[in-house]
């Protein structure tokens, strides 16, 4: 069942607010913005999402593009801009300042264990389905299971963290005899990112390296759906294509993942590996001659790209 999603349209001095589907996409809210401000939707832009900006991003629906509850759409019309806008890559100009966080601890770290930084929607869970157990990637209790024998396990959801635990109980990933969670954390620890385009929200590992000192980029992981989320890491980041529950009889995502963070976990340096072709990996534990020096993925093509 798809709900209606209340949205802040900022433009020019005006707030307005919009109610629209959820399943809408950005095509349509342009056109809903037409009605309301009479701006073409081919003059409209939008200040802080300039990375949607082509025409394959317009069928993107309100509900993928994962929106914090305040965030505000600042409309421009792309005549009044000098420029055109247009996304430019590492071009970050500054941080905003956070706002309070907190690490909601739910057990201890155990020695001489990696990290996996897991995100919930679309990587472990689809919220569409019908039901939690619909909703549960395949194979996550196997997945959880296994790679808990060497990684501890860490939650960051671009929710808030009372959804973040109702959904991580609705999975049975609280309290369970078979692994435990070390930390979540909700969107309130995710910084936005200022480029001269427009901004993002992001996970950047920093926040837990900060914290807990015995993880650092040589045995972090962080898994997600959104590039975006680990645009600051990406030697620490694996992009696990987004989940959803009507694919769920073909979907073996965690099952390769779970191979591959097996795979690399004696590796001194997660940073040094290329974790792009995580899917093409090559079990090199069986090649007496393979070292961490010719580490090699195989051929193949890979899980996704890193840059939109
Ligand atoms: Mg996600």
């Known amino acids: ?46 200040f802080d999402f300039p990375l949607l900006e082509t025409l394959e991003d317009h ?18 019309d792309k005549l009044s801009i000098d420029k055109p806008v247009k996304p430019r890559l590492g071009s970050r100009k500054q941080s905003e300042e956070l706002k309070t966080f907190v690490f909601k601890i739910m057990n201890k770290p155990r020695d001489n264990k990696k990290l996996l930084v897991l ?3 679309h990587t472990i869970y689809d919220a569409q389905a019908p039901n939690a157990v619909l909703g549960a990637r395949p194979y996550l209790q196997d997945f959880l299971q296994g790679i808990y024998e ?19 109980a609705a999975l049975n990933m609280i309290e369970n005899p078979n692994y435990k969670i070390l930390f979540v954390l909700d969107f309130n620890a995710m910084p ?37 989320n680990f645009r600051g890491d990406k030697s620490n980041g694996i992009l696990i294509e987004p989940y959803s529950y009507v694919e769920r009889d073909t979907d073996k995502e965690l099952l390769h993942l779970m191979s591959y963070l097996k795979l690399i976990v004696k590796q001194e340096d997660f940073a040094a590996l290329d ?27 890979s899980g996704g790209t890193d840059d939109n």
């Not at 433009?11 to 109610?19: K, L, T, V």
């Not at 069928?59 to 421009?76: A, G, S, W």
């Not at 939650?155 to 009372?162: D, G, K, P, Q």
């Not at 899917?279 to 193949?300: H, Q, R």
Request: proline content about 3%; some cysteine.
């Open 59 to 76: 069928k993107i629906t309100i509900k993928e593009l994962n929106l914090r509850p305040d965030c505000v759409f600042i409309v421009k």
């Open 192 to 228: 936005k990112v200022l480029l001269e385009e427009g901004s993002y929200y992001t996970k950047p590992l920093k926040i837990i390296w900060e914290k807990y000192q015995q993880y650092s980029s040589a045995n972090t992981i962080i898994c997600d759906d959104k590039p975006m």
């Open 119 to 121: 995100d919930i929607d």
């Open 1 to 46: 069942m798809s709900s209606l999603v209340k949205l802040t349209i900022q433009w020019e001095e005006n707030e307005i607010e919009i109610n629209i589907n959820e399943e809408a996409t950005l095509g349509d809210l342009k056109k809903k913005i037409h009605s309301i401000i009479h701006l073409e939707p081919a003059r409209q832009t939008f």
């Open 150 to 168: 060497e990684y501890d396990i860490a939650i960051w959801s671009a929710t808030e963290l009372a959804i973040a635990e109702k959904k991580l």
């Open 275 to 301: 974790h792009k072709k995580w899917k093409v990996y090559k079990d090199y534990s069986t090649d007496s001659t393979s070292d961490s020096d010719n580490y090699n993925y195989g051929e193949g093509s």
